[in-house]
């Protein structure tokens, strides 16, 4: 069982940079990969960047350029660097670590909020 505590949300001008903290409780080493997910009001919750276990990172479109995601294996902390922040990166933030098709877990969620 890990459990996944994120930390770093919080309100920020338009502009502005956010770096958000997964805190693991177990080892995320084995994990597949770490990932960061989104989910605004009424909207469907998406993925906005992964990284596996070999360091190789994936982002969503909307936040290329702008978004970098790094894991700390030894700190089992997986980190969210956020910069040029919009209004539409308000969302909840969630953290989570992916084993396997049947095997995946998830914090409880960091909000961002983007407003001048």
């Known amino acids: 069982q890990v459990q996944l505590v994120e930390s770093g949300g919080g309100l920020v001008q338009p502009g502005g940079s956010l770096r958000l903290s997964c805190a693991a409780s177990?080892?995320?080493?084995?994990?597949?990969?770490m990932d960061w997910y989104r989910q605004a009001p009424g909207k469907e919750r998406e993925l906005v960047a992964t990284?596996?276990?070999?360091?190789?990172?994936n982002y969503a479109d909307s936040v290329k350029g702008r978004f970098t995601i790094s894991r700390d294996n030894v700190k089992n902390t997986v980190y969210l660097q956020m910069n040029s922040l919009k209004p539409e990166d308000t969302a909840v933030y969630y953290c989570s670590a992916y084993y396997s098709a049947v095997r995946r877990y998830w914090g409880q969620g960091t909000q961002v909020t983007v407003s001048s």
């Open positions: 177990g080892s995320i080493f084995s994990s597949n990969s």
């Open positions: 990284i596996t276990r070999n360091g190789n990172t």
